[in-house]
């Protein structure tokens, strides 16, 4: 098939544009500063510090965001997540979700206490 010299450049242009929308997908998210924050309990890549508190990493981005309007609410009620949602900005939630959803889940069973199992 023969292309004209203009039919030729949008192909070139549409191609161009396929390859950058696919590069932005990719690109990793840039780390919130509030992470700091939680970094305390759930570690600043979600990987959580003590078994009492929940890995973050590679959790779904939309149940992030779901729980932490929830503690925000009140709908989801623990006395420590709470205070932490009590600060949060819808923008923050956001960015949070985004940040732990992309970091590497780890998957392991932390041991239960001596006569728990
Ligand atoms: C002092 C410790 C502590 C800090 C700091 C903390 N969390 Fe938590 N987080 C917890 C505990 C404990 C739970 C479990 C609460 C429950 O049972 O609902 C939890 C639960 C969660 C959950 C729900 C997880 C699930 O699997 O349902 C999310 C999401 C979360 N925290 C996000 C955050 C974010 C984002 C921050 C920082 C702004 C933060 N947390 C700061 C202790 C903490």
Known sequence: MTMTPMKRSLASVAI?????ASAQAASPVEKPDKVG???A????EGVSTQPIFPNLA?????YIEHALHAYKSGE??????AAQ???LSDADIKQLAKWFSQQTPV??????PEGKN
């Open 16 to 20: 161009a544009m396929t390859f950058a």
């Open 37 to 39: 924050v939680c970094a």
């Open 41 to 44: 309990c759930h570690g600043a």
């Open 58 to 62: 590679g959790q779904q981005e939309n």
């Open 76 to 81: 989801r009620k623990n006395a420590i997540m």
């Open 85 to 87: 949602a009590a600060n």
């Open 107 to 112: 998957l392991y069973t932390p041991e239960l």
